[in-house]
């Protein structure tokens, strides 16, 4: 084979050659609002008692459509506060994400995505000062879902809803006139950074 022959192949299978799978790393920092379950709020409710919720997700999206993500976020006065005292749930969770990502890796795209986790809650009550200060940390379980919109390569929002769920009863819940596990879902939006 000729010399031209050689390159001209070599140029043709180099441009059809699939562009090689690139792996995303996202830092979401988020605020958002619990809602139902056990946290006694309609969203609307919710947010109008401003009883929101903050926090991070760190994520990994392989090349394909498959990825890993580490949630944490803290609802602070989750059951209401009074003058007595104040309330507060923290969330930790590993989760597996499914998400297809429209318009590719790079650039602008968009990537529904669907995950599902293990963790823990931890729940808090304080009345009194301090005085009498109840908490419970239990394995815990999460399913959810949402839309990724990127308007560049490195920065996107995250509009996110997932519902957790205690695997055995919060010990405490009855004393706040609610009983058996605590569940509640959480709306939230969040700003992602994507390296």
């Not at 709020?41 to 760190?58: K, M, P, T």
């Not at 007595?84 to 499914?98: D, H």
């Not at 005085?131 to 999460?142: C, E, I, R, T, Y």
């Amino acid at each position: 084979m000729s010399f031209r022959r050689t390159l001209a192949l070599s140029l043709l299978l180099g441009v059809m050659a699939p562009a090689a799978a690139r792996a995303d790393g996202m830092i979401i920092p988020f605020v958002g609002a619990n809602f139902g379950g056990k946290s006694g709020n309609e969203l609307s409710d919710a947010i109008g008692a401003e009883r929101f919720d903050w926090g991070v997700s760190l994520a990994y999206m392989g090349g394909g459509v498959l990825g890993l993500e580490a949630d944490i976020a803290r609802s602070p006065d989750f059951f209401g506060k009074t003058d007595l005292g104040g309330s507060s749930v923290l969330t930790a969770t590993g989760n597996l994400l499914i998400g297809i990502p429209f318009g590719g890796q790079k650039g602008i795209g968009v990537r529904p995505y669907a995950l599902v986790g293990l963790g823990v809650i931890r729940s808090k009550v304080d009345a009194f000062g301090d005085v009498l200060s109840l908490d419970n940390s239990k394995a815990a379980w999460d399913i959810g879902g949402g839309v990724m919109l990127f308007f560049g390569t490195h920065v996107g929002v995250r509009g996110d809803l997932r519902y957790f769920r205690t695997f055995s009863a919060v010990d405490f819940i009855d004393v706040i006139e609610r009983t058996d596990r605590l569940d509640f879902a959480r709306g939230s939006a969040g700003l992602i950074l994507r390296f």
